[in-house]
């Protein structure tokens, strides 16, 4: 069982930057692929970003150049740095994980654990 926290999320202005956080409970974090999605009103979940057990990394296209997913072992968290900041960047933020080996971890329904969300608005 894994149980998922993020923090980070706020108001930024467009260009900005905001850090999102995902602290993951239980011992076989180092095993999980991890992935950020975003939905915003009235629109589907969204892939982001997602970092492998072994920190392969992938960025959805809208994103990447601007945002950073890391992970830490030692304190089993994945982070995402959201740099220059755009209006449309505004959504609820997920974390989410799993320990399934081979899936497209860029589908949302390749995870089964989620984060409650945090929200992130970025004003013009």
């Known amino acids: 069982q894994v149980q998922l926290v993020e923090s980070g999320g706020g108001l930024v202005q467009a260009g900005g930057s905001l850090r999102l956080s995902c602290a993951a409970s239980?011992?076989?974090?180092?095993?999980?692929?991890m992935g950020w999605f975003r939905q915003a009103p009235g629109k589907e979940r969204e892939f982001v970003s997602f970092?492998?057990?072994?920190?392969?990394?992938d960025y959805a296209d809208s994103v990447k150049g601007r945002f950073t997913i890391s992970r830490d072992y030692d304190k089993n968290t994945v982070s995402l740095q959201m740099n220059s900041l755009k209006p449309e960047d505004t959504a609820v933020y997920y974390c989410?994980?799993?320990?399934?080996?081979?899936?497209?971890?860029?589908?949302?329904?390749?995870?089964?654990?989620w984060g409650q969300g945090t929200q992130v608005t970025v004003s013009s």
């Open positions: 970092i492998t057990w072994n920190s392969g990394r």
């Open positions: 989410a994980a799993t320990s399934a080996g081979s899936v497209s971890l860029w589908n949302p329904r390749a995870y089964n654990y």
């Open positions: 239980g011992r076989t974090f180092s095993s999980h692929h």
